[in-house]
C-alpha cells in the first residue's frame, strides 16, 4: 500500500479491498449473507471500463505503457450516510457492487467488526492457503546444485 | 460498382452462417468452452492478451474460440472490443520486485539469492509427441516441498549495487507517459513508447529481429540475466476514493537481458540492458522484446544504426500484426476500378509495343 495518513482508515479500507478484489463474486456475496446488510443506495452504477497498466523500464525505471485491463467500478451510499467504493480487474459488476458494499460497512462501528470477522478473515485464510499451496508447487522446482554436485562418485 | 455491392449481400450472410457452422465443426463433438480455452490452452489465451493489449483471460478465449484458433483475428477481436470501453485511468506502475514468483531462472549466475526456480517449462522436455494425451488422462498431482520466505532480488538489482550495469532511467515527473492508442507515432521515439510499441508487437516478427540481432545483425552480445514470472499486484490511483485502490493481480513475464558493456572517457565501463514484459506466461515473447529493447537502443548508446533491429522507425512501423495484416489482407477487397485502369494501361502500352513492331524503323531499313 502506498498511501499513508493520519489516521488509519485509508489503510484499512485498502488492506479489506486488496482481500476482496482476490475473492470471487460469490465467495463475497456467501460470507456477506451472515450480516444483516443495511438499507443502502447506489451512488454510481456498476459499469466495466480499461485502465490502463503500467509497468517500469528494467523494472525500476520510468513508467511506460503495458497494455490495458478490463475493470469494474460501482459505490453504493448507506442509509447511514458513508460511502463505499468497488474497483476490481475484470468485467464482474456484481464483484465491484460486493466490494463498495463491503467498503462502506467497514466505516461504520456497526458493521466493522462483522465484516472483519465474517468476510475478510475466511477469505484471508482462504487466499492464504492457495498462496501457500502454489508456493510450496513452485518450491519443488527449486534447483538444488548443491545435492547434484554431492552424489556418489 | 454498387451493384456488385448489393448483389454481394445475400452471399456474405450466407458465408457468414456458414463459417459459424464449420466454427462449431462437427456436432457430435462436444462444444469447446472459454474456461476449457483460458485453462488448458492458456499460452494462447497469454499471447491474445499481450498482443491485444488487453488483459482478460475471459474475453481472449472468447476471442481465441470465434475466431476459430487464428490468433491474429483473436488479436484484431480483442483491440476491437477494447474501443468500446472508457478509460479510467493508468495504473500506478507495477512493481516486479514484489512479484509472487512462479518460475525465475537465470543464465547469468548459478547461485544467487532466491535461487532458480524452473516452475512450469517446457525447457528439458524431450519434445517427443506424448500419445498418452491423444486420449482423456489426469497427471500426477505437483510434488510440494516446504517454501522459505527468501527474498529475490532483480538479478540486475544484484549487478547494480557494485555499478556493474547501468541504471534504468530515472521518472521524471513532469515528463507525460507516452501514449501510442492516444497520440500518434512520430520519431525518433523515446523507450517509453518504443516499449508500448513493443510489448504488443507481434511475437514472430520480435523473435525474427531478436534473433537477426545474435546472428550479427546489430549484434550486442545478451545474456539472459533474468526471466521471472509470477503475480503482481495491481493498484489504481481512484481520485473519487482519494487513495491507491488494489484491484487484484495479473500474471507478468519479465525479461532482463544483459548486454556487452559500454565506456567513455568519463564512465567507466558497465554493462548495459534490455527490457522485456508482457502479460502472462509469455517467455518467447519477454524474451525478443528485451532483445529488440536492447538493439533500438544504437542511437542512445552511440552505436552505428545499420541492421533492421536498430531501425526504430522499421521496427515500430511494421510490429503491430493488426494493422499489418489490414494492410496486407485489404488487397482481397474489391479493386474493380483500379485493375480496369492498369487494365486499360496495360492494353495501349501494349498495342503501342506491336505497332512500332510491325513498322519497320528507318534504322531497319537502312541496315537492310
Same mark, same amino acid.
Given at each position: ?153 | ?37 483460458? %485453462? ?59 512479484? @509472487? ?108 529481429? %531478436?534473433?537477426?540481432? @545474435? ?124 485493375? @480496369? ?28
Amino acid at each position: 500500500m502506498t498511501t499513508s495518513s493520519l489516521n488509519d482508515q485509508p489503510t484499512r479500507r485498502q488492506a479489506a479491498m486488496a482481500v476482496l478484489s482476490h475473492a470471487a463474486t460469490a465467495e463475497i456475496a456467501g460470507h456477506l449473507d451472515a450480516i444483516a446488510v443495511p438499507v443502502h443506495e447506489q451512488l454510481r452504477e456498476p459499469e466495466n471500463g480499461l485502465v490502463m497498466l503500467r509497468g517500469r523500464i528494467g523494472g525500476d525505471g520510468a513508467p511506460f505503457n503495458l497494455g490495458e485491463a478490463t475493470v469494474s467500478r460501482a459505490a453504493i451510499r448507506l442509509v447511514s450516510g458513508e460511502v463505499g467504493f468497488g474497483y476490481t480487474l475484470g468485467r464482474d459488476r456484481e464483484k465491484a457492487r460486493l466490494i463498495a458494499l463491503c467498503d462502506a460497512l467497514i466505516q461504520t462501528n456497526e458493521f466493522a467488526a462483522a465484516v472483519e470477522v465474517q468476510v475478510l478473515t475466511p477469505l484471508r485464510a482462504r487466499i492464504a492457503t492457495d498462496r501457500q499451496r502454489k508456493a510450496a508447487e513452485t518450491a519443488a522446482t527449486k534447483v538444488d546444485f548443491y545435492t547434484l554436485v554431492r552424489g556418489e562418485g | 460498382m454498387y451493384v456488385a455491392v448489393k448483389g454481394g449481400e445475400r452471399a456474405i450472410e450466407n458465408a457468414h452462417r456458414l463459417l459459424a457452422h464449420e466454427r462449431r465443426g462437427d456436432r457430435d463433438v462436444p462444444e469447446v468452452s472459454l474456461a476449457q480455452i483460458s %485453462g488448458q490452452l492458456s499460452l494462447g489465451v497469454d499471447r491474445v492478451m499481450t498482443e491485444g493489449s488487453l488483459y482478460d483471460r475471459e474475453l481472449a478465449a472468447l476471442a481465441i474460440k470465434q475466431a476459430r484458433g487464428d490468433m491474429i483475428e483473436a488479436i484484431f477481436l480483442l483491440r476491437a472490443f477494447r474501443a468500446t470501453l472508457p478509460r479510467f485511468g493508468a495504473s500506478e506502475p507495477v512493481d516486479t520486485s514484489r512479484m @509472487q514468483v512462479r518460475r525465475r531462472i537465470s543464465s547469468t549466475f548459478k547461485d544467487m539469492p532466491g535461487g532458480q526456480i524452473l516452475g512450469s517449462t517446457f525447457d528439458y522436455t524431450h519434445r517427443l509427441l506424448d500419445p498418452v494425451l491423444a486420449g482423456e488422462s489426469m497427471p500426477e498431482a505437483p510434488a510440494l516441498a516446504e517454501a522459505q520466505p527468501l527474498a529475490m532480488p532483480r538479478v540486475t538489482d544484484i549487478l547494480g549495487r557494485d555499478g556493474l550495469i547501468e541504471s534504468s532511467p530515472a521518472e521524471d515527473a513532469d515528463q507525460p507517459v507516452g501514449d501510442l492508442t492516444r497520440d500518434a507515432l512520430s520519431f525518433p521515439a523515446d523507450r517509453d513508447l518504443r516499449l508500448q510499441n513493443l510489448a504488443r508487437a507481434d511475437e514472430g516478427f520480435l523473435l525474427s529481429l %531478436g534473433y537477426s540481432s @545474435q546472428r550479427g545483425y546489430g549484434r550486442n552480445h545478451p545474456f539472459a540475466g533474468e526471466i521471472r514470472l509470477g503475480e503482481v499486484e495491481v493498484e489504481f490511483m481512484a481520485e473519487d476514493v482519494g487513495f491507491a485502490v488494489p484491484l487484484g493481480a495479473i500474471t507478468l513475464t519479465e525479461c532482463q537481458m544483459v548486454n556487452q558493456f559500454k565506456g567513455t572517457d568519463t564512465e567507466a565501463p558497465c554493462f548495459t540492458r534490455g527490457y522485456g514484459l508482457a502479460f502472462g506466461q509469455s517467455e518467447r515473447k519477454a524474451m525478443s522484446m528485451a532483445l529488440v529493447d536492447r538493439a533500438l537502443r544504437a542511437r542512445e548508446l552511440g552505436e552505428d544504426v545499420q541492421a533492421p533491429a536498430q531501425d526504430e522507425e522499421f521496427v515500430m512501423s511494421h510490429s503491430d500484426n493488426v494493422q499489418a495484416t489490414g494492410f496486407v489482407e485489404h488487397l482481397k477487397l474489391p479493386h474493380y476500378v483500379d485493375f @480496369q485502369s492498369e487494365l486499360g494501361l496495360l492494353r495501349k502500352l501494349r498495342k503501342e509495343f506491336h505497332e512500332a513492331m510491325e513498322t519497320p524503323s528507318e534504322m531497319q531499313e537502312a541496315a537492310e
